[in-house]
């Protein structure tokens, strides 16, 4: 959610048993408390590496008097960035979601999912999911949702929108966002990735990668969709169209992992934007997390889990 941030921005307190079997008891949720290193963060994020999280204390938001969700067609990426930098103007805290989604990706929702209607998918090569939660009212939430997309289209950054006018439109609208790992999966396998680029950075990171993709594997199929409001990306690669995707994935997935990850990092972004290393790709970190920072994470690990029973095998 672009306004709420990540669980680790509403998490205020960890409970954690240890290595050794002792209990941190750090649920108190006070919003300032410099007595030394923040624990909390450091467990956060290390995927049971360094201890087992029995407890946690929570930011809680009230309900919003409004929700409008909204689904727009785009005439490109720069597109998008552009209606997110207008739609921060125009509502403010209220920007609770911002969702991209490529003409392929949609494509293959209409296919696997015939009854669902996805709006404006064939004339344009990029649509947006925006979420307007307004704690005025409904009427508020209206007024600022119809300026911002008047204001998006005098700027040619929408082509055409739409907003719900019922809940259960709305649901219809985030149910197409959240079709696409689905029909990819109903589509054949693929090679996921999970991937953070600066956002005023992400056109021309897609530009880049298509083009050595498309280059270097004839025929790929790529699904492009993700959390844009924060920069993240599920840059997801298809095999092609017709083609054994089980084979195609074992003779190329190596390769095309490297010239993603490597396109990534020359854009300054990051291999993993929100799940994890696991052990997948664990030994990628290596390769592309600065050796300085995994001494750092090194020397973590051996001081709280000397012994490597919290998790082994995973991120290190």
């Known amino acids: 959610m672009v306004r709420y941030g990540n669980t680790r921005e509403l998490c205020l307190g960890l409970e954690v ?7 941190w008891n750090g649920l108190s ?4 408390d410099n007595t030394g290193y923040d624990l909390r963060h450091l467990f956060i994020g290390s995927e ?3 201890g087992v999280i029995t407890a946690a204390t929570m930011r809680l938001y009230p309900m919003p ?11 490109s990426l720069e597109a998008a960035v552009a209606l997110l930098g207008l739609a921060h103007r125009f509502l403010n805290a209220g920007l609770t979601g911002f969702e991209v989604m490529g003409q392929f990706a949609l494509t293959l929702v209409v296919k696997h999912f015939p009854l669902q209607g996805v709006p404006f998918y064939q004339e344009a090569p990029y649509c947006v999911v925006l979420e307007n939660s307004n704690h005025a009212s409904l009427a508020h939430a209206r007024v600022q949702f119809e ?3 008047e204001a998006a289209i005098e700027q040619g950054c929408v082509l055409n929108a739409v907003v719900a006018e019922s809940l259960a439109q709305a649901k219809a609208l985030w149910n197409i966002r959240e079709s696409i790992p689905l029909a990819q999966a109903r589509e054949g396998l693929n090679i996921k990735h999970d991937i953070s680029i600066a956002v005023s950075r992400i056109p021309e990171f897609v530009l880049t990668a298509d083009a050595l993709v498309e280059h270097a594997f004839p025929g790929a199929r790529l699904v492009n ?11 997801n690669v298809q095999a092609p169209h017709g083609t054994d995707a089980e084979a195609f994935l074992t003779v190329h997935e190596a390769a095309i992992n490297t ?6 990092q020359q854009f300054g972004g990051s291999i993993s934007a929100e799940h994890g290393i696991g052990s997948l790709k664990r030994d990628k970190l290596a390769h592309y997390k600065s050796p300085v920072a995994l001494q750092m994470m ?9 012994h490597n029973v919290m998790n082994p095998g995973r991120v290190l």
């Open 17 to 23: 048993v240890t290595a050794q079997g002792d209990i």
């Open 29 to 32: 949720g006070l919003r300032k």
């Open 48 to 50: 049971g590496t360094l």
């Open 65 to 75: 008097a409004a929700q409008l969700t909204s689904f727009a067609a785009l005439p």
């Open 147 to 149: 300026q911002l997309l």
């Open 225 to 235: 969709y993700g959390h844009l409001g924060d920069g993240n990306l599920h840059y």
């Open 259 to 264: 010239l993603v990850y490597d396109c990534v």
């Open 298 to 306: 090194r020397a973590i690990k051996t001081a709280l889990d000397p």
